[in-house]
């Protein structure tokens, strides 16, 4: 049964398989349909590490607007922290900015934002922001009077964004079989 050699007397379920010598007999519930079983193909993290490995990593980066980072250009890596400090990757020289005023990282292939509890506050196209926020090409981004243009890839904006696979196998619907056969071939049969 379903694969086991069995001795003795045992209790067949619908759905379960015997085999007896050449002939394979599923045993069949005719009031419902055979349960589906839904694994998880892909997560979050399995999108995470698929982008951040390989030569074909997106570049985003960070254009300054305002001085006194006007002119310059930043590429942002997987975590970038921006503020004062002289150990952020972008290094700002304002008494308006916090030593680690903002963060930016990567949720997959989106690029986000977060503030560090600046004293100042961060801004997203002139709204403050108290939450970490997703950024796409040509967003303003200030911290306090300091501005930044978002330069994200072109080619990757028109892409379509993949949504985390159905993890919770409970909000499956199992809807009733429409076909109804008795042989489903010449060494197996169904038994009703």
């Given amino acids: 049964m379903?694969?086991?050699?069995?001795?003795?007397?045992?209790?067949?379920?619908?759905?379960?398989?015997?085999?007896?010598?050449?002939?394979?007999?599923?045993?069949?519930?005719?009031?419902?349909?055979?349960?589906?079983?839904?694994?998880?193909?892909?997560?979050?993290?399995?999108?995470?590490?698929?982008?951040?490995?390989?030569?074909?990593?997106?570049?985003?980066k960070l254009k300054g607007i305002t001085s006194p980072v006007a002119g310059k250009s930043f590429v942002i890596k997987d975590k970038t922290i921006m503020g004062r400090d002289a150990r952020c990757e972008i290094e700002i020289s304002s008494s308006m900015v916090s030593r680690n005023h903002?963060?930016?990282?990567?949720?997959?292939?989106?690029?986000?934002?977060?503030?560090?509890?600046?004293?100042?506050?961060?801004?997203?196209?002139?709204?403050?922001?108290?939450?970490?926020m997703s950024l796409q090409n040509g967003d303003e981004v200030k911290l306090d009077e300091v501005s930044f243009e978002v330069v994200g890839p072109q080619d990757e904006m028109a892409k379509t964004t993949l949504r985390p696979a159905v993890v919770d196998v409970s909000k499956?619907?199992?809807?009733?079989?429409?076909?109804?056969?008795?042989?489903?071939?010449?060494?197996k049969i169904a038994i009703m």
Wanted: charged share 30%; proline share 3%.
């Fill in 102 to 132: 903002a963060e930016l990282f990567f949720r997959g292939n989106v690029l986000m934002i977060r503030d560090l509890g600046s004293t100042n506050g961060t801004y997203v196209n002139g709204v403050r922001i108290s939450k970490e």
């Fill in 2 to 60: 379903n694969g086991k050699r069995i001795v003795g007397r045992q209790e067949i379920r619908p759905w379960q398989k015997i085999r007896f010598a050449d002939v394979e007999a599923e045993v069949v519930d005719t009031k419902s349909r055979k349960p589906t079983t839904v694994m998880q193909a892909i997560n979050d993290s399995d999108l995470s590490a698929s982008y951040r490995s390989g030569s074909e990593k997106v570049k985003w």
């Fill in 172 to 187: 499956t619907t199992v809807r009733p079989s429409i076909e109804k056969t008795s042989i489903s071939s010449a060494n």
